[in-house]
């Protein structure tokens, strides 16, 4: 699981500490001495994006990539965890076979 946080709105996000810690970019959550084993939690604050010079325009490309930047890292964090890893044994001659008969 991935939860994507983002602010809308004039707060100071920076002073809301919990936002901060949540994205655990920095350092990993804990709770009552047990640390967290990934970082599952991505905040950005929406108005990073917003191209002031024309007229509140939403940078989306630019959202979208924040947004989604650190997906790839937390699914194979997870994927690290259960021991779950890829299927790498075919030999590039058995993938050229395949492409031939089709």
Do not use: C, W
Request: no cysteine.
């Amino acid at each position: 699981m991935s939860i994507i946080i983002v602010g809308i709105g004039n707060e100071d996000f920076e002073a809301l500490s919990a936002m901060i810690i949540l994205d655990g970019d920095h350092k990993r959550v804990s709770f009552k001495g047990q640390v967290a084993e990934r970082d599952i939690v991505q905040f950005v604050a929406f108005r990073d994006f917003l191209d002031l010079s024309r007229d509140n325009v939403i940078n989306s490309q630019l959202l979208a990539k924040e947004v989604l930047a650190e997906i790839p890292e937390q699914f194979i964090g997870y994927m690290k965890s259960k021991h779950i890893f890829p299927n790498i044994t075919r030999k590039l001659s058995d993938l050229k076979l395949k492409i031939t008969q089709v």
